[in-house]
């Protein structure tokens, strides 16, 4: 039973602890402190390197990057929050530093057309299917109709046999 | 000497396949047998014209002969023997010529095997097939030349590239070449370009022979699906091993922890893998149904459109920057070439039209029939949408000025919900029947996947309380793995009652009698353990970096990792080692010493990250070194912990295993396969 108790409020005391990390984390944000590498790499990962093509700020080798990465961290420990970190890097390398592209202006465009594309693609699909039902039965040479037309075929010849 | 003669031979091999283009539309048009017998010929004979060059290239390569320029490039002193010998495809005058070698032996192997057989397709094959053939062997031998010199001419500061001595030029022989990039030098070499070339090149023979049959208006019967249907099979595991492969290389050399960044490149790749797995389904349904025969042609249009545009992206760098475009002649030259295939292409099948009336019509929206439209539907909305992000950074620098990045984020958004549809219908679109199907016998079939993958789900998703996202990703998986498992459980079982097999008989003979069947069920199979790895990949993955002195512990995902020394010595192919001596323990004990590595090779002043993997089937711990102090007391390291990514692999070799199961030729029934067969349309279930 003492064992047990022991047990709950080591579980507690775990859980507890991890309510209060989680709390220290969020304090972090936006507050003067000293930022860790985790810290850096969550914001450097929403940015892509301002120089070398399509790659992701957090993990790019040159040592450009490793300078702005050490900006990210000058930043966060001077109390800037994350977004404005990463609107500092846009308005000083343009648009291109954003991993995901903005939803506004012409940019907006990557975002809309995949989901009228999708749309239209439904209702393509959905005239497709109508207009198969419609047009009832095309026959052509490779139908399956001889063995209709021979049954068919073997009733009439059996019916006018009956009929004489 | 050597690279003269590889130089004659090509140009021997240009000549020839432009003049078995032309013969063979000739012979076609006119009629006339003995232009097409003599440009099959001439087609055949480019085969050997065209190995010639190649054998050059990686003698030249092996043996150090820097006086041509692309082998001072992509090879070195350094290199072990494999590499120099792999470097033919490791840049880009080699890689196109290996890429007009393989279609040429492709073409040759056609023109022998089905020569007797498809006699009114074959001018218009030959003509389809050299045409692009020429077009490549063209750019090898015009734009981007492999035997071209380097050459020094007085007075001036860079040195010339040329085929034949220029005006007061002197010789210029290097002492030791470049080498190939540092990130190539890695053993998936040998795997994912050439697999990836097999299976972009291996889409021209159904291409070649749906346009063949368009022109001569045999696209009336459906032979030429027949006839090419293992090639199609072909070209697309090729590029499935690929698209595969090139994961697991970027997942062991990038160093970033994931095998798929949504790369231009990569998403070059994936685009003709997407409409070609589409044209794979839609021509099932003209074999069966005798429908969809539009789709076909406008999806094997696109996949080799698509393949071709692939080549264009990887070899000319034009997303990354418009200004790559027009550097050398190449991308100009290509894009050409795209926009005239497929425009050309269009217009054929327009002309065309009318003989690609579907035989049956549709009996009822259940069916297999409006399962494969809507399934092809969405392969295409996918395509599009990875269409678009990839060349929208080009539009936009086009339109607006404006460089923009379209990264991860944009891709999983939109194509995650479409790939989320497709494999929800891969669990239920088998279970349904040609023409149609009552609802309550469908609700009958699924009912059981359905309840244990929620079960499934529902534990997983109480004892972990994850993103609700994943549990829901799970049950998916879940879902579709045991609807699959229900099928062959069904098979099994109707076999043991009806011829009292035992069940691993049973299984043998199910998938040997239905081969393409249950071939096909097991590509699903890999493709629902990839999507579980995929899954594990985007909710699951967890990482930490941070600095640790000697003795230190950085813990991540119930793992700890301490670092207990740093080691430096020289490697080889030219390469200083900075290696951490780690181990790796979970909640206590052990488990693994690991050494992540840095390895910098000096001349191309370039460092490369190896990590240290503890790989199991439920999860990978990644380690990377990121840095170190001076004295090696303490260095930066950064962990993943990624869930289920081994799944990707595996579901990879399964779907190959599937691939060859489909494939599997059945002597005994060879002649009756491909005929519109009674008891298919009433055999399921």
Redesign the interface.
């Known amino acids: 039973m003492q064992n047990m108790k022991r047990k709950f409020i080591l579980l507690l005391s775990i859980i507890l602890a991890s309510f209060f990390a989680v709390s220290v984390v969020s304090a972090q944000d936006g507050q003067p402190g000293d930022p ?3 810290d850096v ?1 969550r914001v450097a990962k929403q940015l ?1 390197c301002p120089v070398c ?2 790659t ?1 700020l957090d ?1 790019c ?1 040159t040592k450009a990057c490793e300078d702005w990465r050490a900006q990210i961290r000058d930043q966060l420990s001077q109390g800037w929050t994350d977004q404005q970190i990463i609107d500092y890097f846009v308005t000083q390398y ?9 939803r506004k ?3 907006s ?3 809309f ?2 989901l009228v ?2 749309l239209i ?2 209702g ?2 959905f005239e ?2 109508k207009s ?7 026959t ?1 040479a ?3 109709a001889p ?1 209709i037309s021979k049954d068919l075929l073997e009733k009439i010849e059996r019916e006018i046999r009956e009929l004489g | 000497m050597l690279a003269e003669i590889g130089l004659i031979s090509l140009t021997i091999a240009f000549i020839f396949s432009l003049y078995a283009t032309f013969a063979s539309v000739y012979g076609g048009w006119r009629g006339r047998l003995l232009w097409v017998e003599s440009a099959r010929n001439a087609a055949l004979l480019v085969v050997p014209l065209l190995t010639i060059p190649v054998i050059v290239i990686v003698y030249s390569l092996y043996t150090f002969d820097f006086s041509l320029a692309y082998v001072y490039d992509v090879s070195s002193r350094a290199m072990s023997p494999f590499l120099r010998v792999a470097a033919l495809w490791g840049g880009q005058q080699g890689s196109v010529l290996f890429w007009a070698w393989l279609m040429a032996a492709f073409v040759g192997i056609v023109l022998l095997r089905k020569w007797d057989r498809d006699r009114e397709l074959m001018p218009y094959v030959i003509f389809v097939s050299m045409l692009t053939t020429t077009f490549f062997v063209g750019v090898v031998l015009f734009i981007t030349n492999p035997f071209m010199r380097l050459w020094h001419i007085e007075g001036a500061a860079e040195l010339t590239q040329a085929l034949f001595q220029p005006l007061t030029s002197m010789p210029y022989l290097p002492e030791d070449g470049n080498g190939l990039n540092p990130l190539l030098r890695h053993f998936g070499m040998i795997g994912h370009p050439p697999t990836t070339y097999l299976g972009f090149t291996g889409f021209v023979i159904p291409f070649a022979f749906a346009m063949a049959a368009l022109i001569t208006g045999q696209s009336r019967r459906d032979e030429w699906i027949l006839t090419t249907r293992r090639w199609t099979l072909f070209a697309w595991i090729f590029l499935s091993i690929g698209l595969i492969l090139g994961g697991r290389w970027a997942y062991d050399v990038l160093g970033w922890g994931g095998f798929w960044g949504w790369d231009p490149v990569e998403n070059a790749m994936l685009m003709p893998w997407l409409t070609g797995t589409a044209f794979l389904h839609s021509v099932m349904m003209t074999e069966k149904r005798g429908m969809m025969k539009k789709w076909n042609m406008a999806l094997i249009i696109l996949t080799y459109s698509l393949s071709l545009f692939g080549t264009f992206i990887t070899r000319t760098g034009v997303i990354s920057s418009v200004h790559a475009f027009a550097k050398t002649a190449l991308g100009p030259a290509f894009f050409a070439f795209i926009g005239f295939t497929f425009l050309g292409s269009l217009t054929i099948l327009y002309l065309r039209w009318d003989t690609l009336k579907s035989e049956h019509s549709l009996e009822s929206f259940i069916s297999r029939e409006a399962a494969f439209v809507l399934q092809n539907m969405l392969f295409l909305a996918v395509t599009f949408a990875v269409f678009w992000g990839t060349v929208f950074p080009l539009i936009s620098e086009l339109v607006t000025g404006t460089k923009i990045t379209v990264g991860p984020p944009y891709f999983q958004r939109v194509t995650g919900p479409l790939f989320f549809a497709l494999v929800l219908l891969m669990g239920i679109a088998p279970l349904v029947a040609w023409r149609k199907q009552a609802a309550r016998t469908l609700g009958k079939a699924i009912w059981f996947p359905f309840a244990a993958s929620l079960g499934i789900a529902a534990i997983w998703g109480a004892s972990h309380r994850m993103h609700p996202a994943s549990i829901f990703g799970l049950w998916l998986v879940a879902f579709v793995l045991s609807a699959i498992l229900a099928e062959f459980w069904k098979g099994v079982q109707a076999r043991r009652t009806t011829r009292n097999e035992n069940p691993f008989t049973a299984l043998f003979n199910l998938i040997g009698r239905n081969h393409r069947r249950y071939g096909g069920y097991i590509i699903h199979l890999g493709v629902v353990l990839i999507a579980t790895g995929v899954i594990g990949d985007a909710y699951f993955k967890q990482e930490t970096q941070g600095t640790i002195s000697q003795g230190e512990v950085l813990s991540v995902g119930g793992y700890q990792l301490e670092f207990r020394e740093l080691l430096g010595y020289p490697g080889s192919d030219g390469r200083q080692i900075v290696e951490a001596v780690t181990s790796l323990s979970q909640d206590g004990p052990i488990i693994r010493e690991l050494t992540p590595r840095r390895d910098y090779f000096v001349v191309q002043e370039q460092p490369v990250t190896v990590p240290g993997v503890y790989s199991t089937p439920g999860v990978d711990v990644y380690v990377m070194l990121i840095g170190w102090d001076d004295l090696g007391t303490s260095a930066t390291f950064k962990i993943y912990v990624n869930s289920l990514i081994n799944w990707v692999w595996i579901g990879g070799i399964v779907m190959i295993l599937g691939t060859m199961i489909a494939t599997w030729s059945n002597p005994a029934r060879r002649e009756t396969t491909y005929v519109l067969k009674p008891e298919v349309l009433t055999s399921q279930p």
């Open positions: 860790t590498d985790n790499i892509y093509p399509n992701p993990v080798e343009g648009e291109r530093v954003l991993a995901e592209p903005q202006g012409f940019t465009l990557v975002w057309l995949p594309v999708v693609g439904i393509i699909v497709i299917l198969w039902r419609k047009q009832k039965t095309v052509t490779a139908s399956p063995e």
